[in-house]
């Protein structure tokens, strides 16, 4: 299995709902991340995990909350969204957070739309 | 800090013909890896090709190559016999030993029959 899957596809929320992404790997893979993508922009990393830990925190708002509850599990609680933050989120995986197999794998993105 | 410059915001090419994608970066590391991933309209980023700097000879994965120029820092990707399914947006990356990938901007393939 090569695969990292996202739900949900989609997501509307208003500014005061609290919703939550998910992202899971089933390749064994010990760092996740986390990035927002804006139209015909690249991806920015917000958050990644390494061994299931918080390694880097790209000074994400607090209003954007991760959590890895395993290895294969990565997911992203939102609260108190702007519309500013709509955009597609990608989830992505790689084998170890250093060294020579650290070719990240993408999910397909949530996008999300907020209100 | 690590940059990766993409030059053309977009680029045509005709089906069956070649075309080439640039990309520069900046980084003061000796060891770290290049890549070029493809991301389709509405589709899911996929990794085309990657290169790690410590390897002279330029890496090729069927119809995609590279030409890695270590000195000048430049790490083009040439797509061969180009097909309708290549158009997408290409972004060049650019990873340390510390693995946070750097993006270039991306330039949109668009493919013509």
């Known amino acids: 299995d090569t695969e990292v899957t996202q739900t949900p596809k989609h997501l509307v929320m208003g500014m005061t709902n609290k919703k939550s992404l998910k992202c899971e790997q089933h390749m064994g893979h010990r760092a996740m991340y986390w990035y927002k993508q804006k139209a015909k922009k690249p991806p920015e990393l917000m958050f990644v995990?390494?061994?299931?830990?918080?390694?880097i925190n790209e000074s994400v708002p607090s209003r954007f909350s991760p959590e890895c509850p395993n290895s294969s599990l990565l997911n992203l609680h939102l609260h108190a969204l702007q519309p500013e933050d709509s955009a597609l989120y990608l989830c992505?995986?790689?084998?170890?957070?250093?060294?020579?197999?650290?070719?990240?794998?993408f999910g397909p993105g949530t996008r999300l739309t907020v209100l | 800090a690590q940059t990766v410059t993409q030059s053309q915001p977009e680029m045509s090419v005709q089906e069956a013909e070649t075309v080439t994608l640039s990309c520069t970066y900046d980084t003061s590391e000796s060891d770290y890896y290049l890549f070029w991933y493809k991301q389709p309209p509405s589709r899911q980023m996929i990794l085309v090709i990657r290169?790690?700097?410590?390897?002279?000879q330029n890496a090729t994965e069927n119809r995609f190559s590279v030409n890695f120029q270590k000195a000048a820092k430049s790490f083009s990707l040439k797509i061969s016999d180009s097909q309708l399914g290549d158009a997408a947006m290409y972004f060049c990356a650019l990873a340390e030993y510390g693995n946070k990938l750097v993006f270039g901007a991306g330039t949109i393939l668009r493919v013509k029959s």
């Open positions: 995990y390494s061994y299931e830990k918080l390694s």
């Open positions: 290169q790690e700097a410590y390897k002279q």
């Open positions: 992505a995986s790689s084998q170890l957070p250093r060294g020579p197999y650290n070719e990240q794998f």
